[in-house]
DNA sequence: CGCTGCGTTCGCCCCTGGCGAACGGTCGCG
DNA sequence: CGCGACCGTTCGCCAGGGGCGAACGCAGCG
């Protein structure tokens, strides 16, 4: 994962760098960044007392530091700045009129998905608006997985978290999990019956953006229904409408 | 605005400066950076490619630069890291069984408050599982004032984005909402009544964190529910128990 | 009690990173 | 049309900043 970086403006580089030592580990401090950096201890010390200065990280006790408050409002102002929003909403409100079902959006935060964004049908069952979750575990939502399936670091986060029991069909085995992801990367969009919800399916595609750093899943598109009504949809034709709709939202992201 | 900046590590203080330069501006070539943060143009070119080429900024058509998608990630790790979720999530249960109504957490995204989370009580009106928003304009929402009030930089987005009327009791003079935002700083909570939907009021109080850069909120904690039970309830006690659960969130980000 | 690890501090010396100038392109106005 | 103003990019230079290593004080542990 090291080496091979391109070092003009060495110490620009080096302060990113730092930053993304934090995604694995959620606190650290100048000796271990040192390490896994590849620099002086004495320049990581330094490096971090200047970011934390500026908020991008935290001083915790001891000397050791995790990540700030000022990074968390970057990413508001990106997530705002790269309307997300005015981008998906023609596209999810579409495909909600495709599968005239519950659509979502969804983001990973740590082993869990957010969901930024729903779209409602009209004729959905009431019981649906009752249990309308922000948030689910990861390794048994569709959004999860298929974020999971095209994102090692989320999925890496989901592993290490644990795959807690929701259900009876709830995948519970880490290998289980694994084959799954690879089928998901196969498909192109994930799926879950009844692993959160009894009676609960849902199928998911995830949004792919492109970089220099590669391919990844930075989110995740999703339609939730009742089991039986999906199942009679069938998930296949459900899945290319899902697909379709979170290409078209990665495309945009990028334009 | 500039200017008394400490400059160790000078680069990385750059780098972070003019990241803070997006926050104001959308898009921004090289030269528009070099005049914002006070350095030579070759050298804001070069900085700005060095972070387009590691996700943070992203290079657009013509050689202007916006926010990067690696931001956004870096904002939902630390989401994640800050433990926002667990730190907030026994505080809020505690709110809403004290005022027994809808409550809700929430973050400034632009012109907008984007709900991550939502707390319901027993006894709500089944009306509002239907008309669940995600997202509400900040102008016109408890929270959304609630954040403005102690963010200058919110502050100025709301009223550049433009106050849209949304029922005949919405505050749409830039003026007058200017006066509501001073008593809110007075205050410490802010209220709607009716102003995003008739017939439903709120109150929220600002999630306030300290550090190097000074006070500002970065997320906001409201209760909403029907105008009459809580006009019955007395906004003043409901804005008191608001303020002290926005509050404990506050300091527990900070520990 | 030593040993190992941590985080911090200091001084040095080299190299990198910031500067200014020059270049090519584009826009808009006279 | 052509000039000028502005943009973003590139180059070479030179100095001072920054990364390094060593030394220090401190915990924790065997």
Redesign the pocket.
Known sequence: MAAAEE??????S?AFSILDCFALTPE?????V??EV????????????VMASRGILE?RE???YRLGLRLFEYGQLALFRLNLFEISVPILADLRDRVRDLVQLGIPVGAEILFLDRFEAQNLDLRFHGEAWRRVPAHSSSSGRAVAAFNPAVARTVFEAGLIRRTRYTVVDPRRLSEILVQVRERGYASTDEELEEGISSVAAPVLVTDEQGVRAVAAVSVVGPSRRLRRGGTGTIGAHVQDAAHRIGIALSA
């Open positions: 070092d003009s403006l060495r110490s620009v080096i650290l401090g100048p000796s271990a040192a390490r590849g620099i002086a201890k004495s320049t990581a010390s330094r490096m971090l007392a001083r001891g000397g050791r």
